[in-house]
């Protein structure tokens, strides 16, 4: 079946670093990306759409500058959280949707645990 | 817009009690219907689907059927298993291009000993 494989699973910086997130589709060709941050207990939130070869599209309230995510490829796609402050820790999970996915089915990565100091 | 309103925890099982798990959606058109688990510490995994009214999704035990005029998708288990502990989202898709997946909540269940 389709799979996403997003690392790294868990990251430690210091405040003020960057923090780059990948996510690859190994089976299929995602043509579409959505990235959600989620808090501890809760639903997901989510923070864009990119597809690829475009300008991903931002949720309100997301900061685009401190949240850049590209999708150069069909099988990448990254979140580089920047300049990174204590309440960016979160845990932050992307899903990919495409050719050769199953109809209507968003394929989703194990989840980045980021801890900011 | 579209939305899903699922019945809020924790819910506390003894195992092999029976289970059901609440969920509702308002949506435009004939939505596709998900329910997804996550383990602690872990991505979404999908467990069962359904894309049109009174399809039955199944899978490892679980059962949700679509139903277009109460517009619910229950999520049933006959005999919960203490391995089956974690968050259960209810999502529904508008099958309209490549939009996202709208979620519940979450239910947390704990299935105790």
């Known amino acids: 079946g389709a799979v996403v494989s997003q690392h790294p699973s868990r990251v430690i910086c210091k405040s003020g670093t960057s923090v780059k997130i990948e996510c690859r589709s190994l089976d299929f060709q995602a043509t579409t990306m959505f990235w959600y941050r989620q808090f501890p207990k809760q639903s997901l939130m989510l923070m864009a759409t990119s597809n690829e070869g475009s300008k991903a599209t931002y949720e309100q309230g997301v900061e685009k500058d401190k949240f850049l995510i590209n999708h150069a490829s069909l099988t990448l796609s990254t979140l580089t959280v920047t300049s990174a402050h204590p309440e960016d820790s979160s845990f932050y999970i992307c899903?990919?949707?495409?050719?050769?996915?199953?109809?209507?089915?968003?394929?989703f990565g194990s989840g980045t645990r980021l801890t900011v100091v | 817009g579209n939305s899903v309103t699922q019945m809020e925890g924790p819910v506390t099982l003894s195992e092999e009690a029976f289970l059901t798990i609440n969920c509702t959606y308002t949506?435009?058109?004939?939505?596709?219907l998900f329910w997804y688990v996550q383990y602690p510490g872990e991505g979404l995994q999908l467990l069962l689907k359904?894309?049109?009214?009174?399809d039955k999704g199944s899978n490892k035990g679980f059962e949700a059927t679509y139903r277009k005029e109460t517009t619910s998708f229950h999520l049933e288990k006959g005999s919960v298993q203490v391995s089956d502990s974690a968050v259960y989202f209810c999502a529904l898709s508008s099958n309209s291009g490549n939009t996202p997946l709208v979620f519940g909540k979450g239910t947390r269940l704990s299935v105790i000993a």
């Open positions: 949506a435009t058109g004939y939505p596709s």
């Open positions: 359904a894309t049109k009214a009174d």
């Open positions: 899903s990919a949707t495409g050719t050769g996915s199953f109809d209507y089915g968003y394929t």
